[in-house]
């Protein structure tokens, strides 16, 4: 089977193709237009300019897609789209685009949840049917979650960040800095730069919730933290050392509740398999440290991470979790695919179920 997917719940407008043969997923092609450099001067991703740039970008790509698989519409089996959750003006443009697909194509319309995108982003080429119980650290600009799975599909939420997503932290603090759009990387190359150069840490700032007796997060009073340490040191501002001390040591903070949490959730949950999912999950630091702990704390857990290049947002991601819906689907179920152009909205809230 072979499934085209399309993903744009934000600023990344992208498609992809599953090759999806005896229960293994693999990536035929995959194409992502990322719009950063248009939104860096915003500080941020601006909706309907993303969406603008969707409507020019989504047909080039699909045809870049399809071009690079060296397949034609005759070749495609199912046809997926992020549903949700995301940016309205970005979801719409990609559900539009599958739906009118679907319609011209005669072919079966899946809708997919973006966070549920991210996870499956750990099965590509493998076969997870002995994954299970599975525990999700979901880390985003959007999301902050840790998810326990006992089976495909069976979502239960042990908590989830109670303001701020971690990586939305980190771009505001990076903006604080004077860095530029996406502040992420950039926090953690900085970071990097100085961890390298320095053997201790200097624990600026506080670890929020740490030791609440949940698996919830907060990050904006962390945020909050930095603003006031930055009021206090506006001259320093403009030493390149001082911004990476300071980078270093807000991830450092960031990392060690995402870590600590992940070690009270698999204390009281034991898993077969962990997984990180999201943006943040393309940090180094943080995929080294959970590496560490599974190994140390957790022997017995296998510790997936996605390729880098399916850490951000894609579409091959969105892929794969179709390519697990559709095998586990009745013969009626999928035959009601057929129509699922006519109903399919976005969901620019739409839950993980």
């Known amino acids: 089977m072979n499934i085209l997917s399309i993903e744009t719940s934000c600023d990344e407008t992208a498609a992809a193709i599953i090759q999806w043969a ?7 092609a995959n194409v992502v237009s990322s719009q950063a450099s248009l939104h860096a001067k915003w500080g941020g991703v601006v909706p309907d300019l993303a969406s603008r740039e969707h409507i020019k970008n989504i047909v080039p790509v699909i045809e870049e897609t399809l071009e690079r698989a060296q397949m034609t519409p005759d070749d495609i089996d199912l046809i997926a789209v992020t549903e949700g959750p995301g940016l309205m003006p970005a979801l719409l443009i990609g559900v539009s685009a599958a739906r009118t697909l679907a319609l011209v194509w005669k072919k079966p319309l899946i809708g997919i949840n973006h966070l549920e995108g991210h996870i499956y982003a750990n099965f590509v080429g493998n076969d997870q049917k002995k994954a299970f119980p599975l525990t999700a650290l979901i880390v985003s600009g959007g999301h902050t979650q840790l998810m326990l799975m006992q089976d495909h599909f069976q979502y239960e939420l042990l908590g989830e960040t109670q303001d701020d997503a971690a990586g939305e932290a980190f771009d505001k603090v990076a903006k604080m800095l004077g860095l530029p759009y996406p502040g992420g990387p950039i926090v953690a190359k900085r970071a990097d730069t ?29 945020k909050t933290s930095v603003l006031y340490f930055l009021k206090k040191h506006e001259e320093e501002k403009k030493d390149e050392a ?4 300071v980078c270093h040591e807000f991830q450092e903070a960031v990392i060690d509740v995402l870590v600590g949490k992940t070690k009270k959730a698999l204390e009281l949950h034991p898993a077969k398999t962990f997984v990180i999912a999201g943006g943040v999950s393309a940090n180094e630091r943080l995929r080294n440290r959970l590496r560490t702990l599974i190994e140390e704390r957790f022997p017995d857990t296998r510790f997936l991470t996605p390729e880098f290049i399916y850490s951000l947002d894609n579409a ?8 697990y819906r559709y095998e586990r689907m009745s013969a009626e179920e999928r035959s009601a695919l057929m129509a699922t152009h006519l109903t399919l909205d976005p969901d620019a809230n739409l839950p993980l179920k």
């Open 22 to 28: 005896g229960g293994t997923a693999s990536v035929l």
């Open 316 to 323: 091959a991601m969105i892929g794969i979790a179709a390519a």
């Open 242 to 245: 001082f911004i990476d001390m």
């Open 194 to 222: 100085y961890r390298n150069d320095h053997l201790q840490s200097a624990t600026l700032f506080p670890r929020p919730m740490l030791d609440a007796h949940n698996f919830d997060f907060s990050f904006s009073g962390l």
